[in-house]
C-alpha cells in the first residue's frame, strides 16, 4: 500500500465508521480458540478486536488508516493498535492463538498466518469472491480453502453477501480451521 492507499482509508472511515458489531463467523466461532495473542488484520474501526478483548484475548489490531486506529486507540486496555502498511508488515511467528481477517485480502500474508499461528490456534477468515478481472483484490471461488488446507477445516462456506457492497462485491468466501499440534496425526 501507498500514502494515497492511507488516505483513501482515511476518507473512507471519515465518511463511514463501519459496522458496530462484531462479524457473525467470529461470534459463532471465537470461542475455539484459546484465549491468549490474538491478531485483527485490517482491523478498520475495530469492531472484531473489541469483540475479542472483552473476551479475554490479547489483541493485536493492525490497519493502515489514522482515523480508524485513532478511534480504536485507547478503547480497551487489550487491544494494542498498530498503524501500519500491511504491505510491508511481517507477522510474528507462533505468535498467535487467534488470527482474524476480514474483507482484506493479500495472499503475501497466506504463509506468514500459516507461521503465526500457535499450534491449536484458529484461524477465522472471510473475504469477497471477486470476477476474474477482480482477482488482485478478491478471492477466486475455492481459493481461501485451498490456501489453508494445511489446517483442520472446520467451516468452509462460499455464498450470496449478507451485505450489499457492489454488485462487483455480491458474494463471500469464509474459513474457520485449527492448525493441529504437530505431533497429533
Avoid at 492511507?6 to 465508521?17: A, L, N, V
Avoid at 462460499?158 to 474459513?175: G, N, Y
Amino acid at each position: 500500500m501507498t500514502d494515497q492507499d492511507r488516505r483513501r482509508w482515511d476518507e473512507k472511515y471519515r465518511k463511514d465508521p463501519g459496522a458496530a458489531t462484531p462479524a457473525a463467523i467470529l461470534e459463532k466461532f471465537w470461542h475455539l480458540a484459546p484465549l491468549g495473542n490474538a491478531v485483527d488484520i485490517a482491523c478498520g474501526n475495530g469492531r472484531n478486536s473489541i469483540f475479542l478483548a472483552e473476551k479475554g484475548f490479547a489483541v493485536d489490531a493492525v490497519d493502515i488508516s489514522t482515523v480508524a486506529t485513532a478511534k480504536l486507540t485507547g478503547r480497551h486496555p487489550n487491544i494494542h493498535v498498530h498503524c501500519l502498511d500491511l504491505d510491508t508488515w511481517q507477522m510474528p511467528e507462533d505468535c498467535y492463538t487467534l488470527v482474524v481477517n476480514f474483507r482484506f485480502l493479500d495472499r503475501r500474508l497466506f504463509p506468514m498466518i500459516l507461521k503465526g499461528l500457535k499450534p491449536g490456534g484458529v484461524l477465522i477468515f472471510e473475504s469477497f469472491i471477486g470476477k476474474e478481472k477482480d482477482v488482485a483484490f478478491c478471492l477466486q471461488p475455492n481459493e481461501l480453502l485451498h490456501a489453508f488446507e494445511s489446517l483442520r477445516i472446520v467451516y468452509y462456506e462460499e455464498k450470496k453477501s449478507d451485505a450489499h457492497h457492489s454488485d462487483r462485491f455480491d458474494q463471500t468466501a469464509a474459513l474457520v480451521a485449527i492448525k493441529i499440534h504437530p505431533n497429533v496425526a
